[in-house]
């Protein structure tokens, strides 16, 4: 019997309605990642796997405005496409608010509501090249009430986005993790 062409499964996002007890192996770890649709995937599969709460990965991409400028050839990079330049910071920021931070909410399943923590400018110690950074953060209950952190423990979620001033590379660090790290809870001893 002839064996059908298999087609691979596409899983939509699932919304967190409920917490449930976390985990007790976990298997989630610092993962670097190198497209951002692998990185938002990554995001999916541990929400599936009940571990949103625990994650440490990195992205390195080429944000899609540029991709999009260079219809994907990277020898159409030019030099001024960088963090020097207020165009491309004043796009980058469009798609971290509009696309980045939504998509990372829409694939954990979680309402984060991210707010803006900071936003820096460093240069390396001889001049030659600096970063851009922007920090967001989320500790707010995500959407749930109070009673549902009877059997979880709260959590809180930063996100760092980083530009160099030597090409359009984005640097991306997602990180969620308890915000009592380390203390004993209630639900603990229970």
């Known amino acids: 019997m002839a064996r059908k062409n298999l087609k691979p499964v596409h ?27 692998d990185f938002e995937k990554y995001i999916m599969d541990e929400s599936w ?6 994650l440490n990965i990195h992205v390195k991409y080429l944000p899609p405005f540029i991709v999009n400028q260079t219809k ?4 159409k990079i030019k030099p001024q496409m960088n963090s020097l ?30 707010s803006k923590d900071g ?14 950074k922007w920090h ?12 549902e952190y009877n059997s979880r423990n709260h959590w809180k979620v930063e996100v760092a986005i980083e530009s160099n001033s030597n090409n ?7 990180k969620s993790v308890a915000a009592n790290d380390g203390e004993i809870s209630p639900a603990d001893i229970a």
Do not use: C
């Open 11 to 37: 899983m939509e996002p699932v919304h967190i309605d409920h917490l449930e007890k976390a985990p007790a192996v976990r298997n989630s770890k610092e993962m670097d990642f190198d497209s951002l649709e």
């Open 49 to 54: 796997d009940n571990e949103f709460d625990n």
């Open 72 to 75: 994907g050839n990277e020898d």
């Open 85 to 114: 330049n207020k165009k491309f910071r004043r796009h980058l920021q469009h798609h971290v608010k509009r696309h980045l931070l939504p998509d990372i909410n829409r694939m954990a399943g979680i309402d984060y509501d991210f």
């Open 119 to 132: 936003e820096e400018k460093v240069a390396n110690q001889y001049g030659t090249s600096s970063f851009y």
């Open 136 to 147: 967001f953060t989320d500790e707010t209950n995500h959407g749930f009430d109070e009673s």
């Open 168 to 174: 359009p590379w984005i640097d991306v660090t997602y």
